[in-house]
């Protein structure tokens, strides 16, 4: 950044400022992260490039939404959905839907989110997108989990995670066996923590830890598989886990759910 400065390279900087935000974001330092976010916005508005505006709209809406200021997040995403209709960027039209979705479901709105991903399912089914539609998938799933419909919570984790594994992606993979042992903590727990581990091996494995926020949901959606445990067999579980190719453990979410079907 200090290069890009120096050649008054407005881009690069911008650049710069965005990947020091996300990074401060991800670490939970969100007046940080915020602060950065501004500055690169900024930055890009005086470039005129609208799409890359309206990423950096929805950069900073993220972090008002981790920080519970749901009415600037909505605000925010409005205004990238509508620069993205103006582009006519249906991919992020897709992406600015979803993001939408979460603020709904952190705000309790259920059926405004199950609305909003389901159009970017839709929409992602539409351009082929697999890792768009993994992700909706998902959040679908998450939706019919805070609905205690867990069947379909099962199927719709099922298929999310059976793409992401098509296309290799691995953080894909953690996140979705973190779904599968949330959902499994009350009546598995020896499956939840071993899904568990599994899960934060693969985030080792590609460098993708949960911020404090994601890891604190975490553990209080798998607190019952640890209260069911002893302390020493639920650390057993968690190794287990930890240990388990990502194949296998892939594999044995979906035998859980082959299982209970």
Known sequence: MEIARTLQDKQGVAVCLNALAVDARDRGDFS??????????????????????????SNLASVSKLQGDYLQACSLYEECLLIFRKLGDTTGIAWSLNYQGDVMRSQGDLAAARSLYQQSLSTFRELGDMWGMAASLADLGNLAR??????????????????????????????????????????EPTQALRLTGAAAAVRKLVGAPLTSAEQAKLEEAIEPARRALSATAGQMAWLEGWTMPIDIAVREALKTHSASA
């Not at 602060?35 to 005129?48: D, I, M, P, R, Y």
């Open 32 to 57: 940080t992260a915020r602060s950065l976010f501004e500055e690169a916005l900024l930055l890009w508005k005086e470039v005129g490039d609208p799409a890359v505006v309206a990423r950096s709209l």
């Open 146 to 187: 805070d609905q205690h419909d867990y069947s379909a919570a099962e199927e719709l984790y099922c298929e999310s995670i059976k793409t992401f594994q098509q296309l290799g992606h691995k953080r894909g993979i953690a996140r979705v066996l973190e779904c599968f042992a949330s959902l499994a903590a009350a009546r």
